[in-house]
């Protein structure tokens, strides 16, 4: 970003995603072509994290940051369906998925992490978080580091301390409650099921881990199409257990 700064969103999010499945054995992507006046939210990509005991969906729209200029634009940015975090947020609850932004920047100050990972270039916050805190009271000068400070970094999703101190997908639930409690619990009485989360392995993402590694078969795309017409791109990270630790 500093070498580039004209790049775009969607081309941070193609590097990032080659890069992390390029090094991390167990992630995977592919990378869709989209008309971005077709979708409603306009997602950037959809994260499925697969555990033994369940799988969890996030789908997340990125947005670069600028240093020196206002923010509040790209997080009130519209389109012909209204209010992109709106729809975000709106569908998440329909689709069951968690709704994240995913900031991209060359410099953040403070993160909410408890080691202040802030050199790592991407931070992630809830779509409710951010609607609540920024967009409900109404426009005002968002600077980068008003934004960043509330955020948790990318590698905090896996590597937290909250989220590997318990087998499977109990961890990462915990983690996602204690972080974004807002994007996740559906009742306060009752946390044993939390959105985004899916007690079995949809087929489409099955599949997808099965073939992924020979090539995803030609009629994969068309026949999980309303599964994924709203993202540009789809990683999936498979923490099963079957696998064998030293492979990532």
């Not at 073939?211 to 795309?221: F, N």
Request: hydrophobic share 30%.
């Amino acid at each position: 970003m500093e070498k580039q700064p004209a790049v775009k969103e969607e081309s941070i999010t193609d590097w990032l995603l080659f890069e992390v499945s390029n090094n991390i054995p167990r992630f995977y992507y592919k990378s869709f072509s989209r008309n971005e006046e077709a979708k409603e939210t306009g997602a950037d990509w959809e994260w499925w994290i697969v555990f033994d005991d369940s799988t969890f969906r996030l789908r997340i729209q990125a947005k670069k940051l600028k240093i020196d200029n206002d923010n509040y634009h790209l997080l009130a940015y519209a389109n012909r369906y209204g209010l992109q975090i709106e729809k975000l947020i709106e569908n998440s609850k329909k689709d069951n998925f968690i709704p994240f932004y995913s900031f991209y920047t060359s410099k953040a100050d403070q993160v909410r992490c408890g080691e202040n990972r802030n050199n790592e270039g991407v931070y992630l916050d809830g779509a409710k978080d951010i609607y609540n805190r920024f967009i409900l009271p109404g426009k005002k000068t968002l600077k980068f580091d008003d934004i960043l400070k509330y955020t948790t970094p990318l590698s905090c999703i896996l590597c937290c301390p909250i989220t590997r101190h318990k087998d499977g997908g109990k961890g990462f639930k915990e983690f996602l409650i204690s972080y974004y409690p807002e994007e996740t619990i559906l009742d306060d009485h009752n946390k044993n099921q939390i959105l985004g989360e899916y007690k079995e392995m949809p087929k489409h993402i099955h599949i997808f881990l099965e073939s992924v590694k020979e090539g995803l078969p030609d009629w994969w795309e068309k026949e999980f199409s309303s599964q994924i017409k709203e993202v540009n791109s789809l990683a999936v990270y498979d923490a099963r257990k079957q696998f064998d630790n030293t492979d990532g």
